[in-house]
């Protein structure tokens, strides 16, 4: 981690986009805004198409109040990843507090529908591989099929 004993905390490489990321995780976690935007702000300078980092950003600028800010970065994210549901949440969050409240109610929707269908999709996953393995146990009872 970059903290010091006193709880300070270090720069990280330079050209770290992970040290940066993973900075700006443990400051917005411990409250610091200003500091996690800051470290963010460094991390997509160094890697612009990190979906989960223009996530994260969007968070931290939700939590500093600049909702228009944290839009923007959310649909930044989803433009990166169109089935990124934190973005979609967060999206609602920032719409919601700019009284946006249909589009904010559609983002979130959107985001409880990305994990409707992970959850079908695992499903059907499951579903697939039992009546695969019935269709083997089948066969070895039959040898003649």
């Known amino acids: 981690m970059n903290q010091t004993a006193s709880g300070c905390f270090l720069s990280p490489n330079l050209s770290d986009a992970t040290a940066w990321f993973n900075q700006g995780e443990t400051l917005a ?3 610091s805004y200003q500091e996690a935007l800051t470290s963010f702000d460094k991390a997509l300078e160094l890697q612009p198409n990190h979906s989960a980092g223009w996530t994260f ?3 931290v600028l939700i ?3 600049r909702y228009a800010d944290a839009l923007a970065s959310c649909d930044r994210a989803l433009s990166l990843r169109s089935d990124n549901r934190e973005a979609w949440l967060f999206r609602g969050v920032a719409l919601h ?3 946006r409240y249909t589009d904010a ?12 269908q992970s959850l079908l999709q695992q499903a059907l996953k499951n579903l697939k591989q039992v009546w695969q393995s019935l269709q083997g146990s089948r066969s070895h009872l039959n040898p003649d099929r």
């Open 57 to 59: 950003k969007g968070v």
């Open 105 to 116: 109610y559609a983002s979130y929707d959107k985001a409880l529908n990305i994990r409707r």
């Open 29 to 31: 976690n411990a409250g």
């Open 97 to 99: 507090h700019l009284h």
């Open 63 to 65: 939590h500093l109040e």
